[in-house]
């Protein structure tokens, strides 16, 4: 058992309880009224792509915690490892594209700080390989 992906298994697992609960309230606090029908519906949108990471982190996590405690996926280990590692760094190169081209945010980058978590899971992925 390699302890750097145990580690990433824990953040992910972590990461899609606060996604799941918390950024669901988040979206939540930001409803439109009912009677602002186009506002209802791009943010119904918004929340029904916001639950789409949620089940690629509870994927991941359960992929990780097969390979870090069974022996069912061990011969595709180097290949899962490997898309899990490049689909986290492609996730923090896209959200940190977005919190630098989106409006103005003092300390947005400390704020909105996913993209730091993402090239960390990477890094204990690609590591793990």
Known sequence: MDSR???????????????????DKDIQSISPKASEAKKVENWIMARGAFHVVSMDLFIIATVLSL????????????????????????????????????????????KLFQWSIFIIISALIYWSI
């Open 5 to 23: 992906l145990v580690i990433a298994n824990i953040i992910v697992l972590i990461a899609l309880v606060f996604h799941f609960y918390w950024g």
């Open 67 to 110: 390979l870090n405690f069974t022996n069912l996926l061990t011969s595709y280990r180097t290949m899962l490892l490997t898309i899990m590692s490049i689909y986290f760094m492609l996730n923090a190169l896209v959200f940190f594209i977005v919190v630098a081209i989106s409006g103005p945010l003092n300390k947005k980058f400390l």
